[in-house]
């Protein structure tokens, strides 16, 4: 399909990884200039280098990284004409199908040719892939990419409407994709499609239940069995690098280290009340009520007194442990440290000294795709009712058991 | 243009095959039973074959046949039979309400039972005529008629059905037996990684499993005999992968394609003590020395081979499950991985994936580690009683997938000027989420769920999520105290219709009172817009 080769050469397809949400195709033409938000690049140069290689921008400042095609990373970076499939369903149904090396698969329709590619490198070049597309402008771009993308001898594409006019192949394909709008129109041509020699699949991909049913009525109908339904989807996780979380005896101390700083100012400043019989500056800032204001620093003090257990252990201070102003403004700060106070025993059992560990927390990204279709399979089985009593089979085998 | 197989592509289609299409001597052969058990069976030429309290047959009258089909088992002698269909019960106005389960009267006793069974009564027949003495059975309703027969069918029929040991089939025989052994991965999982593998015919492979040759299989299945598997393994001897056997290969799937290291010969400074196979002409004194000898050598020769394979590298994937230290591993392999190759790493455990992935993101040889929980809900499908099954399987294990790259140390990121966003723009917003599902086909459906995400409130009119192609309109309400209305309706409609759609709903508009007003107007337009197209 796409080259194997080790370095890019000129007319490879290649894929251009931005970023993760901002992958595109490239089909590298000496001569041409490839121009993005992260950075200016020359076709030219990124001939010989090899696949997978981080390229930086000719001004230095932005690269990007130059990607092997996979149908995975094409159905990242391909150019939407319809709803596509992606890997979640794309592998289920590939897998339940049974499509492999040499299968032989149909699909309608094509749209814009995501699960086409996937299928294509999974059979490989001895297997076939019939695809029917009846929008005729979708059919001829998919035509085209096929051809660009080398599957020109897997993929064989044909412009039309299978409700109406069913299928090109008879008693051929092992698997059947239906990817329509009423997939219960195109059972009974699925049925003349697939081979008889063996047991045969189908699957019918549609968002709506009501879709299903019918659906099931006309696998139903037509004699597929083992029909069964499943849904699947893929939940990406969220990583992110944390310190260890704080125990809450660290806590504790904290509080009532506050707490016995607060005792402390109350109490030196009900013995300062009483020794003082001159008024002095603080009543100039016209203190309001005294108890409100002890208990405000208080408040700032513990929180103050948070932060600084942090700090005091690591210096490359993270974000969290900027000093916060009620810490370093608190006009009580020196005059604690002038009067004989009961804290003076050294504080909480801090931490271990060394850098905090690190820990890694993982959770579902809160944005998450909740459906995308049912997929509903059945499969057909070479059973032939026998037309007249068969050759008896059953009295050939009652012959007597074979001696050891 | 028709597309008929003439017999001779046929028979070399089936050369291609990775296994007969029919069942051989020698073949495990797995079993669905009339309760939904599946028992995996050695199907041996000129042998009996126990299927437990079902009963035996003669392994003669399997071989040959091709896979799929059901069984009765009378005398030791198979019957094919249709395969079954799902029963019609249509809309029966039905229910158990009358129905005491467990009480049915039994009107034929066991001994009666065994009596029918021993003079080789048809299964289908003794149920007719259990349910002909049923004293109480015309009172039963058709749903628990189907209900009963079902028992009962169950209860007495001889009937299995041979499972085509696909990947599939035997991913999920394997999970449903002992998951552990498979290291949690289910049929999805196994999908996924596969794909993200990107396995095909003609690829070079290494792989590390420890989930007893699941993803062995599975990669063998895929590259049906062309390419290159070379796995890692913990023993001494070649590695046993247990459920490769169940795939019932032919040899070529195999033979060509897997070869083994394991983790002291897969070092590049491993010096293997092998004795002496160079042994002159001369002093070979027997054909069994001589044998000892030559198998000796071809052992040695393959070692170095394979070795040599192995270090000069340029493979398409690594492919880990392991119950090793995945960094560990990544780091012995990674070399011999090409660029742009993938990692795909698989865990039960999401917490080993996690701090590999924090590994993986000190250096510079991994495009985007990423990790994703696949997800599987199966559905009964039976006429009027559709619902997802009761009984799921919780997990099916994690993966990590990120792809080899070469680095450029003197690249330096672009730094964009962060763009100041709303202060609104990240809060958490409760919100109601209506649905109008399906305008074309049924009765409106509308469904309202309560859900709490993070959503970007830039503009009424940015689209929230993208559902699939299809008739459907949504119709999204994030309310704290009704900030924005909105409204969209996706695929088969065309953009204006949406368009159209979401301005009749008249965005941006407040009150619970719009509402209904809303999802009306969003139908009609859907409505329409649909019967345009079709
Ligand atoms: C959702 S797209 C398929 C997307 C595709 N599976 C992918 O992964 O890219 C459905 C396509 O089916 C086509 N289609 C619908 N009805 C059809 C019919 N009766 N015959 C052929 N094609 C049909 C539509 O034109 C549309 O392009």
Redesign the interface.
């Given at each position: 399909m796409w080259s194997t080769a080790?370095e890019i050469a000129a007319g490879d397809l290649v894929i251009i990884?931005l970023t993760?949400d901002l992958v595109q195709p490239l089909i590298i033409t000496p001569g041409k200039d490839f121009n993005s938000?992260?950075?200016h690049y020359r076709h030219a140069d990124l001939v010989g280098i090899?696949?997978?290689?981080?390229?930086?921008?000719r001004t230095?400042?932005?690269?990007i990284?130059v990607?092997?095609p996979?149908?995975?990373l094409w159905t990242m970076a391909l150019p939407h004409r319809?709803?596509i499939l992606y890997?979640?369903d794309?592998?289920?149904i590939?897998?339940?199908l049974?499509i492999?090396?040499?299968s032989r698969v149909i699909e309608a329709g094509t749209g814009s040719g995501s699960f086409s590619h996937?299928v294509a490198?999974?059979v490989?070049?001895?297997g076939h892939l019939w695809s029917y597309e009846f929008h005729e402008v979708r059919a001829s771009k998919a035509r085209e990419e096929f051809a660009r993308h080398g599957m020109n001898d897997i993929v064989t594409l044909?412009h039309r409407n299978v409700c109406k006019d069913g299928f090109?192949?008879?008693?051929?394909v092992d698997a059947v994709f239906l990817d329509l709008?009423a997939p219960w129109e195109a059972v009974e041509h699925a049925k003349v499609a697939l081979?008889k020699?063996?047991?045969t699949r189908i699957c019918c991909f549609?968002?709506?239940?009501?879709?299903?049913?019918?659906t099931?009525n006309a696998l139903?109908d037509a004699?597929f069995?083992?029909?069964?339904?499943?849904?699947?989807?893929?939940?990406?996780?969220d990583?992110s690098?944390v310190p260890v979380l704080q125990p809450v005896g660290e806590i504790s101390e904290k509080l009532k280290q506050a707490e016995r700083k607060r005792e402390d100012k109350r109490l030196k400043q009900i013995a300062a009340g009483r020794q003082s019989t001159s008024k002095r500056k603080r009543e100039d800032e016209g203190t309001p009520v005294k108890d409100q204001t002890i208990m405000e620093e208080a408040a700032e003090e513990a929180a103050g007194g948070s932060k600084r257990i942090k700090t005091d252990d690591e210096d490359g201070a993270p974000l969290d442990a900027v000093p916060t102003p009620a810490m370093d403004l608190d006009p009580h700060e020196e005059s604690d440290a002038a009067l004989p106070t009961t804290v003076a025993s050294p504080p909480a059992p801090s931490p271990s000294p060394i850098a905090p560990k690190k820990i890694?927390?993982?959770k579902?990204m809160?944005?998450v795709?909740?459906?995308?279709?049912?997929l509903?399979f059945a499969?057909l089985?070479?059973?032939e009712?026998p037309a007249e009593p068969a050759p008896s089979a059953?009295a050939a085998?009652?012959a007597p058991?074979?001696k050891p | 243009m028709i597309f008929a197989m003439t017999s001779h592509d046929a028979s070399s289609l089936q050369e291609l095959d990775s296994r007969d299409v029919t069942i051989q001597s020698g073949d495990l052969v797995l079993l669905r039973l009339p309760n939904g058990d599946v028992k995996g069976v050695k199907v041996e030429k000129n042998s009996t074959v126990a299927v437990g309290r079902l009963g035996s047959f003669h392994a003669n009258e399997l071989i040959g046949q091709p896979y799929g089909l059901t069984y009765e088992m009378a005398n030791k002698i198979l019957k094919a039979v249709p395969p079954r269909t799902l029963q019609e019960v249509e809309d029966t106005e039905a229910t158990n309400e009358l129905i005491n389960d467990g009480e049915f009267v039994q009107p034929l006793t066991i001994d009666e039972i065994e009596k029918l069974k021993a003079s080789g009564v048809h299964v289908s027949d003794m149920i007719k005529m259990q349910i002909e003495q049923h004293a109480n059975y015309s009172l039963k309703t058709e749903y628990s008629k189907e209900k009963y027969k079902k028992r009962k069918e169950e209860k007495y029929s001889k009937s299995f059905t041979t499972i085509e040991p696909t990947l599939f089939n035997v991913c999920e025989y394997w999970f449903n037996k002992d998951r552990a052994r498979i290291r949690d991965i289910r049929v999805d999982s196994l999908a996924q990684m596969l794909n993200l593998a990107n396995i095909r015919p003609g690829g070079r492979y290494l792989v590390v499993d420890d989930a007893s040759g699941l993803v062995v299989a599975g990669i063998l299945e895929r590259m049906g005999g062309e390419g290159r598997l070379l796995t890692i393994c913990d023993t001494d001897s070649p590695p046993a992968y247990p459920v490769v056997a169940n795939m019932n290969f032919k040899p070529h799937v195999t033979s060509g394609v897997l070869v083994s290291l394991n983790w002291a010969t897969s070092e590049e400074d491993y010096i293997p003590i092998i004795p002496p196979s160079d042994v002159p002409p001369d002093q070979i004194r027997s054909e069994r020395q001589k044998s000892r000898l030559n198998k000796r050598k071809a052992v040695t020769d393959l070692l170095t081979r394979t070795r040599d394979e192995l270090f000069s590298g340029e493979f398409d994937s690594l492919v880990v499950a392991s119950e090793y230290d995945p960094w560990s591993i990544l780091q012995k392999l990674i070399p011999y991985v090409a660029g742009s190759g993938s990692v795909v790493v698989h865990s039960p455990h999401l917490q080993i994936l996690a701090d590999l992935q924090t590994q993986m993101r000190t250096t510079s040889q991994f495009l985007s580690p990423t990790i994703t929980e696949p997800w599987l809900r199966r559905y009964q499908i039976l006429p009027g009683r559709t619902h997802p099954t009761m009984n799921t399987s919780g997990s099916g294990g994690f993966i990590l997938h990120a792809i080899k790259i070469y680095d450029d140390p003197n690249a330096s990121a672009i730094t964009f000027p962060r763009r100041t966003k709303p202060k609104k723009a990240k809060t958490e917003h409760e919100g109601i989420e209506l649905f109008l599902h399906d305008a074309w086909l049924g009765p409106w459906y509308i469904g309202v769920r309560r859900i709490q995400r993070r959503v970007a409130l830039k503009s009424p009119m940015s689209p929230i999520v993208l559902q699939r192609h299809s008739c459907m309109v949504f119709v999204y309400i994030f309310e704290r105290n009704l900030h924005y209305v909105h409204a969209m309706s996706a695929g088969l409609l065309s953009r204006e219709s949406r368009m159209r759609a979401m301005s009749r709903s008249g965005v941006n508009t407040f009150g619970r009172e719009v509402y209904n007003q809303l999802i009306v107007q969003c139908a009609l337009a859907a409505n329409l817009a649909l019967q345009g197209q079709l």
């Open positions: 080790r990884w993760r938000k992260f950075g090899p696949y997978g290689s981080k390229v930086a921008s230095g400042k932005g690269f990284h990607l092997r996979t149908p995975e319809t709803q890997l979640a794309i592998a289920f590939t897998s339940h049974n492999k090396r040499g996937s490198r999974t490989g070049s001895i044909t090109t192949v008879t008693d051929a709008p081979r020699d063996r047991t549609s968002p709506c239940m009501e879709q299903v049913m019918r099931v139903n004699g069995t083992e029909i069964t339904m499943y849904e699947t989807l893929l939940r990406p996780i990583v690098h890694s927390v993982s579902v809160p944005e795709r909740g459906h995308t279709s049912y509903t499969s089985q070479p059973f009712p059953a085998m009652l058991k074979p | -």
